[in-house]
């Protein structure tokens, strides 16, 4: 084991790093999990980086080689550190290549193990400190995020676009967020100003960071999905995926701590608009691994938490739309039950006409993906734009809104007959 | 071994800055393929254009730098292993499909092509690439032709050299030599598919394609016994029907497979059969009815045939989860290739359950039960030294278990590194020499994939000589005495097939016997000496046939000459004199082989200039087989120049003849 892994000295403390990585035979630790790669190379094919570059540097078999070389000692970090972030930083996160293993190996997670162990923090400075306000302070992030949304609707961001202030390195990702942002940014919060929220709710509805800040109406066409249900909206509360993936262990476990503390001990379902979260919260027991209070706690939430598709009419309208795909691109796996539900409802609809999401289908790069590495996931979103067009696709309907944005803009810019849409939005 | 800085400062030059990688980390990534083998490399070369490669190669000899291609590296012998250092060829960069043509149904493709990638493309065409590796959707086409990859349709549809119909090979010295089939001499390509990079490599193929069934059924037939198992595909090869597929698995596996994918197979079975049919649906139709007339005879426990493509894709399903449930018990899953002639499978399985419970191991047991081809997985943690030492010495011994039983220590994986030692049980000294100097002949320097195939040492360890029959040893004897004397000789048979030359004559009449024409595999072993009149006379009799029609030669004349390529492809066992008087013997009656280099396909068309043909065995048949157009044999060999050292390591004193060479180009 390497200095990075080394046990910490007070065995009650919660760990660094998951020491609990899921599995279809059960529950492994990183390095058994590292081990189960025997080689065989069956993800390279789904790995989106690994098609564009063509080295095994870039291929899931390869960053888990080089875990498992690291784990072992066989290699110190520093001198490598430089390709070892070339390698990890590279990876979409997105899971592809764990539905092509036959082992299941959850690459992703790995990646994000050695992102935490190197202490890497790829999104740009001042992004990630907004991002993680969120959850840290709340109320500083709703300011801030208030700002930011007068900023673009006042064509204020256009300005400083126009002065070549955002041509400045640590502010060129306000030009790419200004890029997919929807034309007007509204808060979940002033659609529903006027609702009062029920007493007795029979539903808890968590809305994804998009829903809730970037693009309200989302947030609200998931809210109306749910009306049936007497939905509450949880404000203020994360499920603590972007610390996960792009802060600290102890952050992501405290906001998950506070948003099961909202969530309540009862049986009302939580429902949430990204696949993402869902299968993060479905995921949480991981994260307390060191407390069994915790984890019980988390194996509750996670048998409560639904997606919205479970909400979905089952027989919606749809006008002028032949030829539709469910773009499978999320965080960790594309395999979970979010996508089965999904894909069984667009299978009554659509029949014929729901094209084939197969392995070597690019994913379209996740949440966060094309701030970090913008070059590589402007070439992933290019193939991916292929895809759509020589599948003469008319629509693209995503689990994810941040996944839906980021598409849309390449749609437009590349192939605007197509248009890329999140599922709750099946209505029209 | 160390590279200059000046040597890599060129070397960036050619392939370009980005392309070479020297750092350690960079180098420990291309050390390793599927299998327990691990050797770093000295620099990894990218190549992403397909001109570049001569250049390369040519100056890696000129340095002498061993180098070793490598794709997607999912070889499970160790075959990309860098055991001498040197540099990685990284080929997975050319893998754009040139052309694919509907009329004349060919494709030509990079060797990076993904072998899905072309089955995918030819399928929206209407065609088929019928290999089908398990590997097909991250294996490379040109690390198929390596190592002549076959899959679960190769019982009906052949092996990737049977669909190249012509190859840019770049020799082990740089040199570009274009081939196509057709040609007077040895099936080179046949040859050098299945060399496993160690003759050179492919930088372009042309691949056969054909018309896409349109129609498939496919059947799930459950066995009390293995013996019922085997014994029904041996009756369906009687019949006359050629399944596509046929796949099998143990009641071990099966019930893992079931625990894991809940495909519906029923797990008292003690064997399990998938079987597909293709063709038009009156054909299937026909061969369904008799399938099951079969399988009921053979007393199956169940027989269930998929109606809908649901139901046909739930009977696939456990089988294709049969590697991934595997994967899961275990962090190393070693996968046996051994392949046995197909009426000695129920043996050879009880053989290989003996070997893996004696050594405590757990193994998942999956055959091609067609062609005799068993996969067992046999888990295991390579970090528990002694599990891991356990499972090599089971997978050897199952190796040797194979050869005993008649077969092969590889039929379709490759020999590479990890069963270099096992070549010496299937070969004796003589044909292992042999391929020792087709390498030397054609990779002097031993620069290309070296250390490979060959096992070390092997005249010490290699199993005992191939006794001679009385004929054979007589003219083993003349051709020594000749060899001896320096008197040049002339191989004929009836004579009817090349005119005679001034030199002494070696008749083969005395090879006149059909030694074994066996109905349980469907082979023939005949002595070459046989006229294809009384072979044609015998087969009759027996009530099975062959592609080869009868004339007024010799069947060893037949094949030397390459008159009917069709039949030389089915020719799966050779045994011959070298011109040094030495007997080498290659395959037998094994459906398929990918340990050493082929020599059937070398001797086929070779017309006695490599040595004397005493004996072949081939494929036979239940139906009458189109005789398909037979070629005049070629008076004069002419071949190309590149493999006149080939000539010359097997016929050093040039006493068979001189053959003539051809320039080839680019």
Same mark, same amino acid.
């Given at each position: 084991m390497n200095e990075f892994f080394s046990p910490t000295l007070d065995p009650r403390r919660p760990k660094e790093h998951i020491d609990a990585l899921p599995a279809p035979g059960g529950i492994r630790s990183l390095y058994d999990s590292v081990c189960f790669c025997n080689r065989c190379n069956s993800c390279a094919q789904s790995c989106p980086t690994f098609r564009l570059r063509q080295e095994e540097f870039f291929s899931p078999r390869g960053r888990n080689q080089i875990l498992r070389l690291v784990l072992e000692g066989k290699f110190k970090i520093a001198p490598y550190r430089r390709l070892i972030e070339k390698s990890m930083a590279s990876c979409l996160l997105c899971g592809a290549c764990a !539905? =092509?293993?036959p082992g299941k190996i959850p690459t992703a997670e790995h990646v994000l193990e050695m992102q935490r162990a190197l202490g890497v923090r790829p999104l740009p400075v001042l992004l990630h400190k907004i991002l993680s306000w969120r959850t840290s302070s709340p109320r500083l992030f709703e300011t801030t995020a208030a700002l930011c949304r007068w900023a673009h609707n006042s064509y204020g961001v256009k300005l400083l676009r126009a002065c070549g202030i955002t041509r400045l390195p640590f502010l060129r990702w306000i030009n790419h967020a200004d890029d997919i942002l929807p034309h007007k940014i509204t808060f979940l919060r002033q659609h529903l100003k006027k609702e009062n929220p029920p007493h007795n709710p029979g539903v808890l509805y968590l809305p994804s960071l998009e829903a809730a800040y970037l693009d309200g109406s989302l947030g609200l066409a998931a809210y109306q999905k749910l009306q049936g249900h007497q939905p509450k909206v949880l404000f203020g509360v994360s499920s603590g995926l972007f610390e996960y993936v792009y802060g600290s262990l102890r952050r992501a476990r405290h906001a998950a701590q506070k948003l099961m503390m909202s969530a309540g001990n009862g049986s009302t379902p939580v429902v949430t608009d990204s696949a993402d979260v869902f299968f993060f919260i479905k995921n949480y027991p991981r994260l307390f691994s060191h407390s069994k209070v915790w984890e019980r706690k988390a194996r509750r939430l996670a048998a409560r938490v639904r997606f919205i598709a479970d909400y979905l009419p089952k027989k919606p309208q749809i006008q002028g739309i032949n030829r539709v795909q469910i773009d499978k691109s999320a965080l960790f796996s594309f395999e979970n039950e979010a996508f089965e539900k999904t894909e069984k409802i667009f299978r009554v609809i659509f029949k014929k006409n729901l094209l084939h999401y197969g392995y070597k289908d690019t994913p379209t790069p996740p949440f966060g993906y094309s701030f970090r590495k913008e070059n590589l996931s402007k070439e992933v979103c290019f193939c991916r734009v292929k895809d759509i067009a020589r599948t003469q696709t008319d629509a693209v309907f995503f689990l994810s809104g941040l996944?839906?944005?980021?598409?849309?803009?390449?749609?437009?810019?590349?192939? *605007?007959?197509? /248009?890329?849409?999140?599922i709750v939005r099946l209505n029209g | 071994m160390q590279i200059s800085r000046s040597v890599l400062k060129q070397l960036k030059k050619i392939? =370009?800055?980005?392309?070479? &990688?020297?750092? !350690?980390? %960079?180098?420990?990534?291309? %050390?390793?393929?599927? %299998?327990?083998?691990?050797? /770093? *490399?000295?620099?990894?070369?990218?190549?992403?254009? =397909?001109?570049?490669? *001569?250049?390369?190669?040519?100056? &890696?000899? /000129?340095?002498?730098?061993?180098f070793t291609p490598r794709a997607a590296a999912t070889n499970h012998a160790g075959g990309c292993a860098t055991l001498y250092g040197g540099a990685v060829l990284d080929l997975t960069r050319l893998n754009r499909i040139l052309t694919i043509n509907t009329q004349e149904k060919f494709a030509d493709v990079q060797p990076g092509v993904i072998t899905a990638d072309l089955q995918d493309q030819a399928s929206r065409l209407g065609l088929l690439y019928a290999p089908d590796p398990a590997s097909a959707r991250v294996c490379t086409l040109g690390g198929n032709a390596a190592q002549n990859a076959s899959g679960a349709r190769c019982m009906k549809y052949g092996g990737t050299a049977d669909y190249i119909l012509e190859a840019d090979w770049i020799s082990p010295t740089g040199e570009t030599v274009h081939l196509t089939r057709g040609n007077p001499g040895p099936d080179w390509i046949g040859f050098l598919c299945g060399s496993e990079g160690t003759l050179g490599l492919f930088s372009q193929l042309r691949l056969k394609l054909i018309d896409e069934p349109k129609h498939i059924k496919t059947f799930l037939v459950t066995f009390s016994s293995l013996q019922e198992g085997i014994q029904t595909v041996t009756d369906l090869a009687a019949q006359g029907i050629i399944p596509r597929c046929v796949e099998a698995m143990d009641n071990y596996t099966t019930k893992t497979v079931e625990e894991f994918s809940h495909a519906g197979y029923p797990t008292g079975a003690q064997a399990l059969l998938i079987l597909e049919l293709d063709g038009t649906p009156k054909q299937i139709e026909t061969e369904a009815a008799r399938l099951e007339e079969i399988c009921r005879k053979n007393s199956c426990q169940t027989f269930t045939a998929a109606r809908t493509e649901a139901e046909r894709a739930k009977l696939w399903l456990g089988r294709r989860a049969a590697y991934a449930a595997t994967t899961l018990t275990a962090p190393n899953v070693m996968v046996g290739d051994g392949t046995v002639p197909r009426s000695q499978l129920p043996l050879a399985l009880q053989k290989v359950n003996e070997i893996i419970s004696r050594y405590g191991l757990t193994a998942g047991l999956l055959f091609h039960a067609g062609d005799g081809n068993f996969h067992p997985h046999l888990v295991f943690d390579e970090r528990n030294r002694l599990q891991a030492s356990l499972a090599a010495k089971a997978a050897k011994e199952i190796l040797q278990a194979c050869v005993e039983c008649g077969g092969t220590v590889s039929g379709e994986h490759g020999v590479g590194v990890e069963k270099r030692a096992a070549m010496a049980f299937e070969y004796d000294k003589h044909t292992l020499g042999f391929f020792s100097s087709l390498k030397n002949a054609l990779d002097p320097q031993h620069l290309s994939n070296p250390g490979k195939i060959i096992p070390v040492d092997f005249a010490e360890k290699c199993r005992p000589d191939t006794p001679l029959s009385p004929a054979e040893e007589q003219l083993a004897q003349e051709i020594k005495k000749r060899f001896n004397q320096n008197i040049s000789s002339w191989v004929t048979g009836a004579g009817s097939r090349r005119k005679h030359t001034t030199s002494s004559p070696l008749n083969t009449r005395g090879l006149n016997k059909i030694i074994e024409v066996d109905k349980n595999n469907y082979t023939v072993t005949a002595q070459a000496g046989v006229s294809t009149a009384e072979l044609a006379q015998r087969l009759e009799k027996e009530g099975v046939f062959s592609s080869l029609a009868a004339d007024k030669g010799t069947l060893g004349g037949a094949f030397a000459c390459n008159i009917c390529p069709e039949f030389s492809r089915q020719v799966t066992g050779l045994k011959a004199l070298l011109p040094t008087g030495q007997l080498v013997c290659y395959g037998g009656k094994i459906m398929k082989n990918a340990a050493g280099y082929n020599l059937c396909r070398l001797f086929a068309g070779s017309a006695g200039e490599l040595g004397l043909i005493t004996e072949l065995t081939f494929k036979i048949y239940a139906t009458p087989q189109n005789r398909l157009a037979r070629k005049q044999a070629a008076q004069n060999s002419v071949w190309p120049k590149a493999f006149t050292a080939v000539k010359q390591a097997a016929d050093p004193a040039f006493l068979f003849g001189q053959v003539k060479e051809r320039e080839t180009h680019e």
């Open positions: !539905a =092509g293993c996944s839906a944005m980021e598409l849309n803009y390449w749609l437009k810019k590349y192939y *605007p007959s197509a /248009k890329a849409e999140h | 392939a =370009g800055e980005q392309n070479v &990688l020297t750092d !350690a980390l %960079s180098l420990s990534l291309y %050390s390793y393929d599927c %299998s327990l083998s691990r050797t /770093k *490399p000295d620099v990894v070369i990218l190549v992403s254009e =397909g001109k570049t490669l *001569p250049v390369l190669i040519q100056f &890696l000899v /000129k340095h002498h730098i061993p």
